[in-house]
């Protein structure tokens, strides 16, 4: 992930991508945490660094609050 969008978007649609800033309307955070993106969920973020096999895993920022999440950029990680 090197960006993320505040809404959902069809295929062939317009988006704005932003490359920093808080990600709000999430749920269920716990504020200090860090997060990492889901290997289940597409677009999901998990607290838990994934494990899978041959799956790249990649940190994505740290909670602010229960619905927040403060994006941070990082280079991924491929788990062989």
């Known amino acids: 992930a ?3 969008v505040k809404e959902a978007v069809t295929a062939n ?3 704005t991508i932003y ?3 808080t990600i709000s309307g999430l749920t269920g955070l716990t504020i200090g945490a860090d997060y990492y ?3 289940t969920t597409a677009g999901g973020v998990v607290s ?8 790249i895993a990649q940190y ?5 609050s229960a619905t927040e999440l403060i994006f941070e950029y990082s280079n991924p990680i491929l788990r062989a």
């Open 37 to 39: 993106l889901s290997a």
């Open 2 to 4: 090197i960006g993320f």
């Open 60 to 64: 994505v920022g740290t909670a602010k």
């Open 19 to 21: 490359l920093d800033g």
């Open 13 to 15: 649609q317009t988006a």
């Open 48 to 55: 838990t660094i994934p494990t899978t096999t041959n799956y």
